[in-house]
Each structure stands twice: as C-alpha cells, then as structure tokens.
C-alpha cells in the first residue's frame, strides 16, 4: 500500500457548536492516536479528503500525515474509521492510526469477487458471498486496500475458505482457515431432490405392508362358506318350526 500525502492542522475546538462551525467552514474533525502516545485533535479539509478516499478502492488508506506546526514533517497513519452522516454521507469525522514502517499491524480488509463462477454459469448455482472483510497483518507498506476472489473456477457446492486464500507476499490472513468467504450454493430443486429419497420409505415397504393387512382379513366369500359349514342338521330343524310359527300368526 502506497502512502499519500494528507495536511492536517492542529484542533482546539471540542464542544458539539464549535465542531459545526468547522464542517461549515470546510474542515472536517479527526484525531490521530497510537504507538503509546496521546491522542491529539486535528482537522483536515474536507476536499482534499473526499478526492482521497474517491480515488481508492477502500477506506484503508495510508497517509503522510504532514501536521501544521508539528515537530516532525509528516507521520505515517493509517486511516482507522471513516464516520459518514447517515443521510448524505458527508464525512463527519476521521480517526488516523500512526504507525512505523518496521512494525506489523493489523486491520481489516474488504473482500472483493471477480469473475462468473462456473457453477452459476452451468450449473445453476447461487453465489453467497459470507465474509465481506478480512483482518490482514502485515508491515503498513506490503497491506492491500482489498482482496480481490477469482471465482470463475467455483463449482456448484463448493466454497472458498480462509485457508484457500493466497495473499499477498508479506501478509497474513488472521482468523478460522475453515470458515466460509465465497460459496456457490446447489440450486433449491436440486438440494430437495437429493433429500427426497431418504426421507420417503421404499415402494417395496409399502406392498409389503398392504399385502399383510390383506393376509390377516378374511375374505367374504371365504367367511360364509365357512358359516354354512359349521351349521349341521340339528340348525335346519330348528329352522323349520319357527318358519310354522310365523305362517299361523
């Protein structure tokens, strides 16, 4: 990451009316802080910091920070956070990390994707982008504004882990090497399709189950033969005398 130069100029002015009147004026607030020394309020103009941060591909920024006054001719900051309004996005404030160029630090990184991974070309697959920024340690000189992915290579079902990366030389990607950054998800019939066969019990199972409830009833025909069967001689005379019976009534 190459460094930029930045003018700053020292700030007294704290309370909320007194910071208005800077923005209205075209300075915008910050405040410079670390390798253990207090913090310190500056203010840059808010041109030369808005054609700064259009002109790079993320707020990560390197900077000669030249301090008006200061006893040394420029500091070497990395831009920590960038506060925007949340209507025009106009730059509220600035907070600058000083650092040394032979001492690593660390910060965090957007991940950017390139590319049309082949699994959403043919395969039908959907693109998840999980992780959208990565921490990065490494000296302020060898650190990337961003990572960039090339996807094209991406299957359906297969995924690009932390692990996968390679960066660049001289930086370290921190965090899980497992975990997901880029996946290319299997399309929504495919994966239901593939999960349908296990849940739903076999053909054969169930022909076998019908074929048990059928041996287990006894059939009609097979039922009243055998009732005639078990009625004897002794049932027809029975019979007869209440047939008279219902003949003289």
Known sequence: ??????????????????????????????????????SRNLSVDARELHTLLHHSASENILVDLAVQGDTLPKRLALIQEVQHHPLNGAVLHVDFHEVREDEKVTIAVPVETTGEAIGVKTGGGVLEHVLF??????????????????VTSLEAGRAIHIGDIQPPEGVEILGNKAAVVVACALPRAETEETAAPEAAPAAGEVEMIKE???????????????????????????AAPAEKKA???
């Not at 910071?19 to 670390?34: C, Q, W």
């Not at 920024?133 to 090339?150: F, G, T, W």
């Open 247 to 249: 003949e003289k009534k």
């Open 212 to 238: 048990k409830k059928e041996d287990g009833a006894a059939k009609p025909d097979e039922k009243g033969a055998a009732d005639k069967k078990a009625a004897g001689p002794g049932d027809k005379k029975a």
């Open 133 to 150: 920024r990565l921490k990065l340690r490494a000296l302020p000189k060898d650190l990337p504004e961003q990572l960039i992915l090339d």
């Open 1 to 38: 990451m190459k460094s930029v130069a930045l003018n700053a100029a020292p700030r007294v002015e704290t309370r909320r009316n007194k910071i208005a009147v800077l923005r209205a004026s075209g300075r915008v607030p910050a405040v410079i802080y670390g390798r253990n020394l207090p």
